[in-house]
């Protein structure tokens, strides 16, 4: 064994592994890696053209192993500015404006291509481009419109998952708004361009960013991305419906649903407004300042009387039911247990939700089976919240009792100890 | 002739009754102004009680396991006749024992009880602690609810840290790398069957100590009467002092129904695996000093993990404190002050961090 270790030179082995290694690390690393010798200039170039490693680096396109040369073409091997920049090899320069879909679209369009990076991903970004509002007007000639890096940006275009992207689900609403609420850049369409300033008030926006629920609706849930147009007003509900599927079913059956195609009024938004809808609330079925009924129902007729019995209903169960809590809280605070009637307070709560879903059916019929369910659950949990204090005040009068016991006891024991050493 | 003289000698020609009770008949309690310290030893004694008797009744109903323990004990709360009651008791009642027992120990301290002859006693009460800081974290699993879950799962991995046996140590306590209803059954086992064996067995030689030793008298007491004996004033223990600890066991009673029907014992919610454990989780206040020193070493001290380092100390410090009388002096005359010094150390770093940590975000 001394001989065979000799033999080896355990160091100068270790040399010739670690060489080795060091070739195997280098040929590994270079492997794949297509030469980009224009951020060598750009990156030190001003914007509009600079663009940095770093920057590049961090877009999706850089590290999936693309270079500026796939979409301006040129050859990104020569160190000579003249060679890499020739027209002979292909550069294209700045890409024109009007060339930007169909640039994307040449590799995004292709699924055999996109297959090859994210088998999973759309590739009928371009088709439904040329039906949305943007693309319309861009075939028509209008260049002020959205194309693809007006959204996705450029050079540092990140995937939609990324929290960085501009289309991240965070970042939707600022980006549109970049246009939209730009009044000046949107004089020419005749549009509002408060519908940043509306949604940021919306009940959509806080489940997005205070919530943090990345499935609640920002513009593109609505408007749809690529094939970004309004939804019409007759097709309003069918957009809702996709998350308010109860709704949906109800308000498909009801009676204003007819009164409203009538009319051409835009389903859900007659009475939830668009952008900036609001907390539903039951006072959109009172007469007060958020009230929606008597926007077009005229005081005292059918309708309205209607309308007055479900505020009723629903304040009714309400009240019910924060009654029940207000026991079953006093009665908890004073260490009762009412877990089982909480657990019914749940459920009545649930049936006031449903009061509310049922609402949309126009029902009135409907909505009181629901609100009654609901006051039958309440009024058990109030039951069990006055049976705990009962039993509260019962321990009470018990300790009470019991303490009075015991200090007779002591006292009987004092009296006892004083009479036996007194003698 | 009464009944009970019958009773009594029957017993006395069968057994030697009078011989048997002739030594409580003798015994005496020093009676000085510190006298009433005495007292607490007897209320733990009485805690113990209540806490075996109401774990009977408890028992009853319980039923250990991941999918019936909560359960049963709602049960237990809201349906049983007085179930409430007895639970809210059974956890009162061990919380005011284990204060008790402390109170026992340090009052013993300062009164330097622990010196010669009685440093056997001094360590089976010290082990009878550690033992009832047991039935507290086995017992505070039971009724398997979040806290009672997340506190356990710190607890056992806390024990997890003590070097080469932590990590089997561990297991065996867990019955598994998690804690799981394996943990539960195996904290319930220990909790009504292993402690309270092992805990009476040492309530006995602690008591049979305490009565062939008798009642220690503090250090300068001790000098003062043996200089001038007509000095020393005693209590007999049977029955002037016998019924005094009674009405301080009455008194307890009080407090422990007051506490039981003013605040009874909450339940919780159901302990759930899959969810995160709650923000700021503590365990209970009686380990709240070691939680909160642990939480302040740092990370890594020189080249040992903060929590090993920690941990080990604590080990350590156990130890130290199981052997105090040994340090020190048998003459009366020449007690250590060091020890004195070191038990209110001792006392204000336990108040004093338990506080901060309840008060620690």
């Keep these: ?86 027209r002979k090899a292909g550069w294209k320069g700045k890409i024109d404006r009007r060339q930007i879909p169909q640039l994307c679209g040449s590799c995004h369009s292709d699924p055999a291509y996109i297959r090859q990076f994210n088998p999973s991903l759309r590739t009928d970004q371009l088709d439904q481009y040329r039906t949305s509002v943007h693309g319309r007007r861009f075939a028509a000639g209008d260049t002020k419109v959205a194309v693809c890096t007006d959204c996705h940006s450029v050079h540092d275009l990140r995937a939609p998952s990324d929290l960085r992207s501009t289309v991240n689900p965070v970042n939707v609403a600022t980006t549109c708004a970049r246009c939209h609420s730009d009044a000046a850049y949107m004089k020419a369409y005749s549009i509002p361009t408060d519908q940043l300033a509306k949604y940021s008030t919306s009940v959509h926006h806080e489940a997005l960013t205070v919530r943090g629920d990345l499935s609640a609706p920002t ?59 609001g907390h539903p609330s039951d006072a959109y079925l009172g007469t007060g300042p958020e009230a929606v009924c008597k926007r077009c129902h005229t005081p005292g ?123 | 002739m ?60 319980y039923r250990p396991g991941a999918s019936e323990a909560f359960e049963s004990v709602q049960y237990i709360m809201t349906q049983v006749q007085f179930g409430w009651l007895i639970r809210s008791i059974h956890s009162w009642s061990a919380n005011l024992m284990i204060f008790t027992a402390f109170a026992h120990m340090f009052s013993v301290l300062f009164l330097k009880a622990y010196r010669k002859p009685r440093e056997l006693t001094w360590v089976s009460g010290v082990v009878l602690l550690f033992l009832v800081m047991g039935f507290g974290f086995s017992g505070y699993l039971l009724p398997w609810n979040t806290l009672a879950f997340f506190a356990t799962k710190v607890g056992t991995e806390i024990t997890g840290q003590v070097p080469v046996i932590g990590k089997p140590l561990m297991i065996f306590l867990r019955g598994g790398e998690e804690v799981t209803g394996a943990t539960l059954t195996r904290f319930f086992g220990f909790h009504v069957a292993v402690l309270p064996g092992l805990t009476t067995v040492l309530i006995l030689l602690h008591l049979l100590l305490v009565q062939h030793l008798g009642i220690s008298i503090p250090p300068k007491l001790e000098v003062q009467w043996t200089a001038n004996p007509s000095a020393r004033r005693e209590m007999k223990f049977f029955p002037n002092f016998l019924l005094r600890e009674l009405m301080a066991w009455y008194v307890a009673l009080a407090v422990l129904g007051a506490l039981a029907a003013v605040f009874p014992w909450n339940l919780g919610v159901k302990a759930d695996p899959f969810v995160s454990a709650p923000a700021g989780i503590k365990p209970e206040w009686y380990f709240l000093f070691m939680f909160q020193t642990l939480k302040l070493i740092p990370p890594r001290v020189w080249f040992i993990d903060g929590e090993v380092l920690g941990v080990l100390a604590f080990g350590l410090v156990a130890l130290l404190w199981l052997l105090l009388p040994f340090f020190e002096s048998d003459q009366p005359s020449r007690t250590k002050v060091w020890i004195t010094g070191l038990a209110i150390f001792a006392l204000a770093y336990v108040a004093g961090m338990s506080v901060y940590g309840h008060l620690a975000k």
């Design chain 1, 219 to 277: 513009c593109t849930t609505c408007h749809g991305n690529h094939g970004a147009a309004p939804p019409g007003v007759d097709r309003v509900q069918n957009v809702c419906s996709n998350c308010h599927t109860f709704q949906a079913q109800m308000y498909e059956k009801s009676s204003h649903k007819k009164a409203f195609e009538g009319a051409s009024l835009p389903g859900c938004v007659v009475c939830h407004s668009n952008h900036g809808i």
């Design chain 1, 301 to 423: 007729d059918k309708c309205d009387q209607a309308r007055a019995g479900l505020q009723s209903g629903l304040n009714r169960l309400d009240e019910a039911i924060k009654g029940a809590d207000r026991i079953l809280g006093v009665a908890e605070s004073s260490g009762m247990e009412v877990s089982e009637a909480r657990l019914g307070q749940d459920q009545a709560r649930a049936s006031l939700t449903k009061a509310r879903v049922t609402i949309h059916s126009f029902r009135p019929d409907l909505v009181d089976q629901d609100i009654q369910a609901g006051l039958k659950l309440a009024a058990k949990d109030l039951q069990a919240g006055n049976e705990a204090m009962v039993e509260r005040n019962h321990r009470r009068v018990g300790l009470g009792i019991s303490l009075i016991a015991i200090g007779i006891v002591l006292a009987g024991l004092w009296l006892y100890i004083k009479k036996i050493e007194t003698y």
């Design chain 1, 1 to 86: 064994m001394a001989i065979l270790r000799n033999k080896l030179r355990p160091f100068g082995v270790t040399c010739y592994v670690a060489l080795a290694g060091f070739f195997v690390l280098a040929a590994s690393t270079a492997y794949g890696q297509t030469p980009n010798s224009c951020l060598d200039c750009h990156a030190a170039l001003p914007d509009p053209l600079g663009v940095s490693q770093e920057k590049f680096s961090q877009d999706i396109h850089g590290q999936k192993g693309l270079t500026c040369a796939s979409c301006h073409g040129g050859d990104p091997t020569s160190n000579d500015p003249d060679k890499a920049m020739s």
């Design chain 2, 2 to 61: 009464s009944p009970l003289r019958n009773v009594r000698d029957w017993l006395d020609e069968r057994f030697g009754w009078d011989d048997l009770v002739a030594p409580l008949r003798k015994k005496a309690v020093p009676l000085h102004k510190l006298s009433y310290w005495y007292f607490l030893g007897g209320i733990t004694l009485f805690l113990f009680v209540i806490q075996v008797l109401t774990g009977i009744l408890l028992l009853l109903y």
